[in-house]
């Protein structure tokens, strides 16, 4: 009774006509978040790694668990397709029994988990929307060093892939970033994407950025002076606390010429 | 009173206990929705048309209307930038005082509006994931004629995109659409993906075959032998009156050379 005294105090009459009439979807349990990815890369699988560990929230890697105890690639190769909503590919969340694929959707489902999204629904699809665009810009990424095939090595592809990189330097990268940095000078103050409030969509971009920086740092150090605001986006993502403890833990995988993202020199001339 | 009576006689009173426990979103009042996008290509935007027709909701598809009354491709530049949520490219859908870019997320806005996706939220997420991997299916679609460059002509990439193409053909396409058939075999009886009720999943599956089926004739027609249901799901929504009508009409645009699916019979060997 004392509690729910102390719960009243804090709501205006309106606030609670308004939750009776439109009340938050129920709030489930909290339990442990089964992560299903590839072990040895940080790839689309990221994305879903950095809100889980800004929100804190207890989760399975499981693919780089030991295969001894269920874990390992193996094991993610069989239990992909075992489910009756199975995933097209990597990364899927198993929470309790709902099985979601697609990075933007698993972001979606744990936006509104972990206040990581606006409650309200046209927030809500804003942040999707600013998610999604990311995905554009990944999947671009990944075209640059696999162009005519993602079957086949980058060693077999390299004049296309330069043919490429050399757009996607020129063109693409500012086109992409320059849009955020746009949205950021339209946001209400806050200096997140949304203004006030950090959601998935800033960790996303800061995902993108470090990515982006690492793979063509030389068409980035041009960039920055144009991306201010997308920088000090990157910056202060850095610096969440969980985030920070994150980026120096063991479970934070490097960057290499094995994801989306790779560091190719030919790729990134000076 | 009337009225009343009537909508209580269909509801049990657990049903009652449970809107009144979980309302669903405020039915907003229908408006005619805007639709920018090219207006000389199905392109992203025909997924959005394909709902829209469905839904039989009031639009305006605003490049294609007369200069003169605000409408044409010059407009839709001016406008997309003008936003507070400004689209990253087009379609976006102006609903009211909502701007909502990304296809994807356009179909997640009306799918909840016009009953083309389930209201509970773990069926929504479903078609979403479904959504995405038609996303993810239509990129690869057009990275095959523009593999080294957006900003290309396909005459200068040829040799790049025959090399692309060849790999879409033999795995790309039979893997997405095998990945459909699937969720189609493990789905309720009902002969859609989710079972009995048509989403906008479905309409957009069907865009996809005709677009695939267009572009690579040939590979489509070996095929078709292990994606029946696939198939079905296609000819059942050729055969929804309102999208029968739509076409049959000069609103359906037709594929050509220009669009994601492109039909370089160089691309697709007999």
């Known amino acids: 009774m004392a509690l729910f005294t102390g719960y009243a105090k804090t709501l205006s009459l ?3 006509l308004f939750r009776i009439l439109f009340p938050s979807p129920p709030v489930l349990p909290r339990m442990t978040y089964h992560l299903h990815y590839w072990p ?3 790839g689309r699988g990221e994305f879903v790694r950095l809100a889980l560990e800004e929100a804190g929230a207890p989760y399975v890697d499981v693919a780089r668990g030991d295969p001894d105890d269920g874990g390992g690639e ?3 190769m069989a239990d992909i397709g075992a489910h009756d909503h199975p995933s097209f590919a990597p990364p899927y969340l198993v929470d309790g029994d709902r099985v979601i694929g697609q990075t933007a959707n ?11 999204a606006p409650r309200a629904e046209a927030g809500r699809l804003w942040v999707n929307q600013l998610q999604l665009t990311i995905a554009d810009l990944v999947a671009e990424a990944h075209d640059v060093h696999h162009p005519v095939g993602m079957g086949l090595y980058y060693e077999d592809q390299k004049d296309e892939a330069a043919r490429r990189a050399k757009e996607f330097r020129a063109q693409r990268i500012g086109k992409y970033l320059g849009w955020y940095e746009t949205v950021l000078e339209k946001a209400p103050k806050g200096g997140w994407l949304t203004g006030e409030d950090l959601t998935y969509a800033d960790l996303s971009l800061f995902q993108a950025v470090e990515g ?3 793979a063509f740092p030389h068409a980035m150090k041009r960039l920055a002076p144009k991306i201010e605001r997308v920088i000090a986006v990157r910056d202060a993502v850095a610096k969440r606390p969980n985030i920070a403890a994150y980026l120096k833990s063991d479970r934070r995988i490097a960057f290499s010429t094995e994801g989306i993202f790779r560091r190719y020199p030919e790729l990134d001339p000076a």
């Open 40 to 42: 040895t890369i940080q």
């Open 14 to 16: 309106s606030a609670w």
């Open 106 to 116: 698993i972001l979606l489902h744990l936006g509104l988990r972990h206040g990581l």
């Open 74 to 76: 193996a094991a993610l």
């Open 212 to 214: 982006l920086a690492y």
